[in-house]
């Protein structure tokens, strides 16, 4: 017998793709989330629309943590292709709930796990004989089951489904039925467990919303005063572009007409050039793709780095390369937005690591486009302050400056600050306009194939770049006295490393932490790296491509960076962070490779 | 000394001039550039209005050579069109004109160029052909006709792509054809192309002096000049100039334009409406199964919306939008916020 836990629950259900269970799932997160008990959730579906299996994963956690957890408390099994590998998946004492309207077959059979089932098939055809969503509502048994073990009231199950289905009665009633027969069934069964139950938190949940990061950027975009958008449907970032094309003309009324424009290009190439044709007339513009568009991208970007072109590429990475798993997440694009196309290039990237920071970053990246000119990789919150539109000069500007005696030349560093000033198209002071192009150009955007132009164009990039580390969101530094192992994270590395870095520290590993949010690199990683003895960075790729970045601007601390690589395509783990950390992590990818070729 | 001719904005021709042309000596581009200038000149459009775009390739460099007061973009190879459709929807108080190649439209752009064509972005296109690549010193392009023969003694055994052809059947709705060396024709045509709203399309023969220009070619310029086929002369009259054009009942056909500018076709030959889109198609099929260049505006389409307005777009160009308009309240944030509470 177990003492069951409060709130602390792993939940996994299997299912097919385009069966009905994503919202049999949703309903159950959000009751629990209703409950004011800290939660999140993680889908893991395939590159597909129907009949591939998929696992939803509901992690409720006492403590707040909301990476994705790899010892499965419960597992919901309903999908009777990957039956036999998910009653593995389980924990010991762990708790398996099946269908079964059909006797278990003995191959699913396992020692150490409590068996629970809801004839859930039987059930929906006695209640629902002639609905043709039969099959569709039978995953609200498993939701009614699980409220009766677990502890979630009807009540509560209502108010969601009420809030989800509002204006559809009829929807609520169905699926009302359904839930609450899976309910009653383990009520009046008898069927009971003792591993963890959920209490509800007053308040626990207030203020906090559920949402996902590519809702949370394109709201980010649009606060960032977005006018111009073009994109290429792409998994998994074409819910970003469909939510800026949802929230927009109801956070942008303007005076009737839209005061935007969006287009669905004809491919990524299109999407990138269109975007920069509109930044150079002087709008904000940005594109959303992944990283296969991303390399279609790659000449247009290179472009407007050297044409210095304002433009936003919000990047949704997945796991590569080439197609990859689309649906899968993986930050092995890093190296590819850094050095994005041919020639010397460097790029900003801001890096948001939770929901806030995507709707912030999404929208301060705008401002960084304008600022430096140049294209910025997702995107900003920080101490910029405001500023709108940069070093743009209009006709009345030009003219006090000419007053003055100086003279507008477009790629000239006025400043000392590697950042030019330009003009917008439909400027009509006489000197405003300029030739922009992708070949080599001197101060005044003039044809030039001169080596001493050439390099002159180069080096100010260079200085720009460098001005551009002091105006990147900063990282977030944790340091405790005395402590000589540091651990650096980013982007969705937070919770899992956060929850990771407790979990050494109940073993005896104290560690500090740096939170990278932005490349171009700060001086504070540099700063990071010196204090420790070994600093672990986590990074959800092959090659190491952060430690490469650190490395080529500190190549003398580069010997205490030891990596934690993960990339089998699933949202990181709090215990693979541990298990890599205590196994001594690999150094190097070489050293994983090595670790193959031994063990082969 | 003569004083200077100015156009209704006081400009003269020479305001409309840009910088010394690297083109080889006699090649046609230089002549279309003159073209350009011209039209341009004579229409009294304000360069400072003007936006010119250009991909890469010879043609793709002429732009410096014109209107030099204009902000010009050279971008990348094969992908003016999005650029331009970029440019477009942020200002659409701009005039774009664009000028491309045959490799830089029709090979590496081609995509782009056909859903530019289908969205009916507006602009002003011109596709100055030559049928091969004179900047990588000789090869075929994709307008290169079936058993025109290379500098080299290669013949080409794969058909052309016919850029007016594909151009109607891509939703473009103006579309005409010149030849460089008949400013006659073409300077009309582009003032035509420049008063239209929507993707006005120009596929101006343009012979490579260089590499095309040899027995056996079918783009030489003695091949071209023997095989011009002209629909009709060509007039523009623009919308300020209230006068009456040399214009015959039953033999010529007025265009109306928008903004009120029309063009007069004096008809050569036969019976040629450029509105109708399946006779326009027949006689470029025609032409080409005789080896002739048909000439003159091929096509217009006055009903089409240009894609600006098609996305009912704000008259504000969307670059001149305050940052009052650009940053929604904060409230409405706090609302949507709360929708994701339930």
């Not at chain 1, 990283?291 to 000449?299: C, D, I, K, Q, V």
Request: glycine share 8%.
């Amino acid at each position: 017998m177990e003492t069951p836990t409060i709130n602390d629950l792993n939940i996994c259900i299997a299912t097919e793709n385009g069966s009905g269970s994503a919202s049999a799932n949703n309903i159950l997160f959000k009751a629990i989330f209703k409950m004011g008990i800290p939660c999140s959730s993680k889908n893991m579906f395939p590159s597909n629309i129907q009949g591939l299996p998929t696992w939803y994963q509901i992690r409720a956690s006492a403590e707040g943590y909301l990476g994705r957890k790899d010892v499965i408390d419960v597992m919901v099994m309903f999908n009777d292709v990957t039956a036999a590998k998910d009653i593995h998946r389980v924990r010991d004492g762990g708790i398996i709930l099946y269908d079964d309207s059909t006797p278990l077959p003995p191959h699913l059979k396992r020692e150490g796990v409590q068996y629970l089932g809801v004839p859930a098939d039987k059930i929906v055809q006695k209640i629902l004989p002639t609905s043709p969503l039969r099959g569709k509502q039978k995953n609200m048994l498993y939701v009614g089951a699980l409220a009766y073990l677990f502890g979630i009231d009807m009540e509560t199950i209502k108010a969601v489904l009420e809030d989800t289905f509002g204006k559809k009665p009829a929807v609520i009633e169905s699926n009302l039925v359904c839930i609450d027969a899976g309910y009653r069934h383990m009520q009046e069964n008898g069927l009971n467990q003792d591993i963890a139950r959920f209490q509800a938190i007053p308040n626990g949940n207030k203020g906090k919303i559920i949402t996902e990061g590519n809702t949370a950027c394109a709201l980010g975009t649009i606060y960032g005063g977005v006018s111009f958008i073009a994109w290429y449907p792409i998994t998994p970032s074409s819910s970003l572009a469909e939510s800026i094309e949802y929230y927009l003309p109801r956070l942008r009324k303007g005076n009737g007409k839209p005061t935007y424009a969006i287009v669905q290009a004809e491919d990524e190439i299109a999407a990138a050039g269109m975007i920069i044709g509109a930044g150079w007339a002087g709008t904000r513009s940005m594109t959303c793709t992944s990283g296969p568009g991303l390399s279609l991208m790659n000449e247009s970007v290179g472009l407007a780095y050297f044409t210095e072109i304002p433009s936003v590429f919000l990047i949704v990475q997945r796991g590569g390369p080439s197609t990859g798993l689309p649906t899968r997440t993986q930050q092995a694009d890093l190296q590819l937005m850094y050095c994005c196309s041919h020639g010397d290039t460097r790029h900003i990237i801001l890096i948001p690591h939770d929901m806030k920071s995507c709707f912030d970053f999404a929208r301060r990246s705008f401002d960084l486009a304008e600022r430096f000119q140049t294209p910025v990789f997702v995107a900003t919150d920080l101490d910029l302050g405001m500023n709108f539109w940069g070093k743009v000069l209009t006709a009345e500007q030009i003219e006090q400056w000419e007053k003055q005696g100086k003279k507008f030349r477009r790629y000239f560093d006025a400043d000392g600050d590697g950042i030019p000033y330009r003009t917008i198209p439909g400027n009509r002071h006489p000197h405003a306009s300029y030739f922009t192009r992708g070949s080599g150009h001197d101060a005044d955007a003039r044809y030039s194939e001169d080596e001493k132009d050439y390099k002159e164009t180069l080096d100010r990039l260079r200085r720009k770049f460098e001005t551009a580390r002091k105006y990147v969101p900063k990282p977030i530094v944790e340091m405790n006295e005395g402590v000589k192992t540091g651990v650096i994270c980013f982007g969705s590395s937070y919770e899992a490393t956060r929850e990771a870095r407790n979990r050494l520290r109940a073993e005896g590993l104290k560690t500090n932490h740096l939170l990278l949010r932005a490349l171009p690199l700060s001086e504070e990683v540099k700063k990071f790296l010196e204090a420790h003895e070994v600093v672990y960075l986590v990074e959800q790729n092959r090659d190491a491509q952060m430690a490469a970045i650190i490395k080529e601007d500190w190549p003398e601390l580069g010997a205490k960076i030891v990596s934690v690589l993960i990339y089998d395509g699933l949202p990181v783990t709090a215990g693979e962070i541990v298990r890599q950390i205590f196994n001594g992590a690999q150094a190097t990818p070489r050293e994983v490779l090595r670790q193959v070729q031994v063990k082969g | 000394m003569a004083e200077k001719k100015l156009n209704r904005i006081n400009l003269s021709e020479k305001d409309y001039e840009g910088a010394a042309s690297t083109m080889c000596r006699g090649c046609g581009h230089d002549a279309i550039t003159a073209s350009i200038i011209r039209a341009f000149f004579q229409s009294g459009v304000d360069p400072r209005k003007v936006v010119k775009l250009s991909g890469i390739g010879c043609s793709s460099k002429t732009p410096a050579y014109f209107l030099s007061q204009a902000f010009g973009f050279n971008g990348v190879h094969g992908r003016m069109s999005a650029l331009a459709t970029g440019a477009n929807l942020a200002n659409r108080n701009l005039i774009p004109i664009g000028v491309s190649g045959d490799g830089d439209t029709a090979a590496i752009g081609l995509g782009n160029f056909c859903h530019m064509m289908r969205r009916n972005v507006n602009i002003t296109y011109i596709v100055e052909n030559n049928g091969v690549y004179g900047l990588t010193k000789g090869q075929f392009s994709a307008t290169a006709d079936k058993g025109s023969r290379m500098k080299a003694g290669k013949i080409n055994d794969i058909p052309a792509i016919d850029v007016a052809e594909l151009a109607i059947t891509f939703g473009a709705t103006y579309v005409a054809r010149s030849f460089s060396g008949d400013r006659k024709q073409l300077a009309p045509l582009i003032q035509g192309a420049l008063a239209h709203k929507g993707s006005a399309i120009l596929d101006v023969l343009s012979p490579c002096v260089t590499f095309n220009n040899h027995e056996g070619s079918t783009k030489s310029l003695k091949y071209i000049r023997e095989n011009l086929d002209p629909i009709h002369n060509v007039d523009f009259i623009p919308q300020y100039e209230n006068i009456e054009a040399d214009y015959k009942e039953g033999t010529d056909h007025a265009v109306t334009l928008h903004e009120g500018s029309r063009i007069v076709l004096h008809k050569l030959n036969s019976d040629y409406d450029p509105t109708n889109k399946t006779q326009a198609l027949t006689a470029i099929h025609a032409a080409v199964a005789e080896g002739k260049f048909l000439t003159g505006l091929i096509y217009y389409d006055p009903n089409r919306l240009e894609f600006a307005e098609e996305l009912n777009l704000c008259e504000t160009p969307l670059a001149e939008l305050g940052q009052d308009l650009l940053q929604p309240p904060a409230e409405l944030l706090d609302e949507i916020n709360a929708e994701f509470m339930k």
